[in-house]
């Protein structure tokens, strides 16, 4: 059973768009939610992480939307550049645990 | 400082051999993870040690599979017989502080494991 879906699995936007990858989750337990970025090759990276307490963080483009009753978190690339290229995953850890549940990741191309 | 590194990064085997994947966590760092990433999917969690001790190996999928950290650093994933579904990119991570404190996650590169 798949703790953290994610959708869509690619997704084309042309430069300068918004790009939005959503998750959502079932076990209340969780207390962090980061989004990692993974270029081919290369292992995860984190990108921006929110807590469960907060409904937005934003850096720079980048912007996690997080709605706690719905159980769904959003990240928002704003004016995406090909740079921004890559796979991204949502991810959801817990504490006590120390153990980070991925969604399956998203195929981001952004077109020049 | 480095990163996390891991070798080999490529390693082809063929069925019913052995292999053995190595990881170096980031000086200092208290834990280190294992994932197996299938291709176009997230990472999955393996196994965790905290120090030397490896306090969670709910994820690995069988008995072929078994790590060790015995100095509390470097990790081998160890792959006994192994089959065509093992084929996968084994990711490992580490971080520097231990459970119920949160700190950065950081991956290596993985080793990508072909089994013909």
């Known amino acids: 059973q798949q703790q953290v879906k994610q959708s869509p699995q690619s997704l084309i936007v042309q430069k300068g768009g918004i790009s939005i990858i959503n998750c959502a989750y079932e076990?209340?337990?969780?207390?962090?939610f980061p989004w990692y970025q993974q270029f081919p090759g290369k292992g995860p990276a984190l990108l921006i992480a929110?807590?469960?307490?907060?409904s937005e963080k934003k850096e720079g483009r980048f912007t996690i939307s997080f709605n706690k009753s719905a159980k769904q978190f959003s990240l928002h690339i704003m004016d995406s550049q090909p740079g921004d290229s890559a796979t991204y995953f949502c991810?959801?850890?817990?504490?006590?645990?120390?153990?980070?549940?991925f969604g399956s990741g998203t195929k981001l191309n952004v077109k020049p | 400082g480095a990163g996390v590194s891991q070798s080999p990064r490529y390693k082809v085997a063929k069925r019913g051999q052995d292999v053995a994947l190595r990881c170096d966590p980031i000086s200092g760092h208290v834990s280190l993870f294992w994932y197996q990433q299938a291709l176009g999917q997230g990472p999955e969690f393996l196994t965790y040690?905290?120090?030397?001790?490896?306090?969670?190996k709910s994820g690995l999928p069988s008995d072929r599979f078994f790590a060790e950290r015995p100095e509390g650093s470097v990790s081998t994933l160890k792959i006994q017989r192994t089959q065509q579904e093992d084929s996968a990119v084994y990711l490992c991570a580490s971080s520097l502080r231990d459970r119920g404190q949160l700190s950065e996650q950081f991956f290596g590169p993985g080793t990508r494991l072909t089994v013909l």
């Open positions: 076990n209340t337990a969780f207390d962090y």
């Open positions: 991810a959801a850890y817990i504490y006590n645990f120390n153990k980070f549940y």
């Open positions: 040690f905290q120090n030397e001790a490896q306090l969670d």
């Open positions: 929110i807590r469960p307490d907060v």
